[in-house]
């Protein structure tokens, strides 16, 4: 039995997220694991680094599967590609140690979200960031990015789907918030693990300190005091990417 890795990017935009959820729910599992089922003529489950929310994308998530068969690398992502929708690809692949999990062997994931802060959004950026028009203070953001770096219970900063049993504690490494001059600002997060939405409501409440409706005090409140309703509002989908995962 061999062990393999690839390296798929999608567009989530039309997906109900990564993991296979009901019958009628398209998800991007749910695609590869028909599209590597049929190259190999046989039933395949992938394993992943993480699950991402239905509308978010990915550059650079990491699967791996085991099969039987001897496969060409080249020829069977040539034919993978060409049978799974055009919205997602494998970018690369290869054979790895039986013991390798793309989920439990991860270092750290690494997301981005981006945001256009001016009058109006490039027609090529609509689909994959939000637009605020309101002046956001970028020197306020990133004071307010360094109090999420280090060892916190996220429970303030997870989604409702969450169990309250469940283990809140996250380690975020990196945390940077940078502006380009055509006015798109790049939240870059990196953590050992994330909970259900915390990207997305980590940067909805720094953007409502970038507008000057909270400020740094909230944002310490919300993490010492684990409680959802002290932080702020969900980002949409659609700025999100999964960008890095590191073994």
Not at 147 to 176: E, L, P, Q
Not at 197 to 208: A, F, K, Q, S, Y
Request: glycine share 6%; charged share 25%; with cysteine.
């Amino acid at each position: 039995m061999s062990n393999y890795m690839a390296v798929v990017e999608y567009d989530g935009t039309c997906y109900s997220g990564f993991q296979i959820q009901l019958p009628d729910r398209r998800t991007i599992q749910g695609e590869l694991e028909k599209g590597l089922s049929t190259v190999l003529r046989s039933l395949v489950k992938i394993g992943y680094s993480g699950r991402t929310d239905a509308g978010v994308h990915a550059v650079n998530q990491v699967i791996n599967f085991r099969t039987e068969k001897d496969i060409d690398l080249y020829k069977f992502a040539w034919s993978v590609n060409s049978l799974i929708p055009e919205d997602i690809v494998i970018k690369s692949i290869k054979e790895v140690e039986e013991s390798f999990s793309a989920r439990r062997d991860a270092k750290f994931r690494e997301y981005a979200y981006y945001v256009v802060n001016g009058s109006c959004q490039s027609v090529f950026l609509k689909k994959y960031s939000i637009l605020i028009t309101k002046k956001l203070d970028l020197n306020m953001m990133k004071k307010a990015a360094g109090i999420f770096v280090g060892t916190h219970n996220f429970r303030s900063f997870c989604g409702s789907t969450d169990d309250n049993s469940k283990n809140f504690v996250r380690k975020i490494f990196k945390f940077t918030i940078s502006k380009s001059r055509d006015n798109l600002i790049v939240f870059s997060i990196s953590a050992n693990s994330f909970l259900y939405n915390m990207v997305r409501i980590i940067v909805g409440t720094i953007l409502e300190v970038g507008s000057g409706e909270r400020n740094l005090e909230s944002v310490k409140r919300a993490v010492t005091y684990e409680d959802r309703i002290l932080a702020g509002k969900t980002a949409p989908a659609k700025g999100l990417f999964l960008t890095r995962v590191v073994y």
